[in-house]
T-cell receptor, first 110, second 117 residues
Framework: QKEVEQNSGPLSVPEGAIASLNCTYS??????FFWYRQYSGKSPELIMS????GDKEDGRFTAQLNKASQYVSLLIRDSQPSDSATYLC??????????FGKGTRLSVIA | DADVTQTPRNRITKTGKRIMLECSQT?????MYWYRQDPGLGLRLIYY???????NKGEISDGYSVSRQAQAKFSLSLESAIPNQTALYFC????????????????FGAGTRLSVL
């Protein structure tokens, strides 16, 4: 069974610091990797997608993928209180639905 | 207007009642999904459909049924609601786009909060 492992947190960081969120996945054939942000009671929204090994940057967000280690991470630079949310990691392959982790709760302290 | 619309947004019902949650999308995607989310359990897939004639069970389909009325519409039914079906329900869509780009991304509706008393 395909699985995604995430530390449930909460992960607390001070405002302005770098938040580092990590995720491991069980299947070497996975092709697409995603980070979703979910505010309490709201729907998940995509913040990053990554398909190749290495880093992908978008504003304050950087996703890092290492397929050999089956590991994907999300760095949030200059963390803001508005970044406080649950971050869901997901991966997919071929014609199958995405597999989601249970999420890491991030708290940015002002 | 939202690309993925769920109705109702909130629903309170009683044990044993039949209830339908509806999802419609204007994204033109072929693939649609129903998830439920419970605290500490993450998103769990109930059913998914890759086109109008395709219906597949997810990991927790017992007690649920679905109907794909059109490319844009995918409904979830609880035939006889029970209290442990109290949860937040999400519909999602995706477009496989085999040509590359941002493929396989799932887009979520705003959710339906269901309470079964």
């Amino acid at each position: 069974q395909k699985e995604v492992e995430q530390n449930s947190g909460p992960l607390s960081v001070p405002e302005g610091a770098i938040a580092s969120l990590n995720c491991t996945y069980s299947d070497r054939v996975s092709q697409s990797f995603f980070w979703y942000r979910q505010y309490s009671g709201k729907s998940p929204e995509l913040i990053m997608s990554i398909y190749s090994n290495g880093d992908k940057e978008d504003g304050r967000f950087t996703a890092q993928l290492n397929k050999a280690s089956q590991y994907v991470s999300l760095l949030i630079r200059d963390s803001q209180p508005s970044d406080s949310a649950t971050y869901l990691c997901a991966f997919g392959w071929g014609n199958t639905p995405l597999v989601f982790g249970k999420g890491t709760r991030l708290s940015v302290i002002a | 207007d939202a690309d993925v619309t769920q109705t109702p947004r909130n629903r309170i019902t009683k044990t044993g009642k039949r209830i339908m949650l509806e999802c419609s999308q204007t994204k033109g995607h072929d693939r649609m999904y129903w998830y439920r989310q419970d605290p500490g359990l993450g998103l769990r897939l109930i059913y998914y459909s890759f086109d109008v004639k395709d219906i597949n069970k997810g990991e927790i389909s017992d007690g649920y049924s679905v109907s794909r009325q059109a490319q844009a519409k995918f409904s979830l039914s609880l035939e006889s609601a029970i209290p442990n079906q109290t949860a937040l329900y999400f519909c999602a869509t995706s477009d496989p786009d085999p040509t590359g780009g941002d493929k396989n991304i799932q887009y979520f509706g705003a959710g339906t909060r269901l309470s079964v008393l």
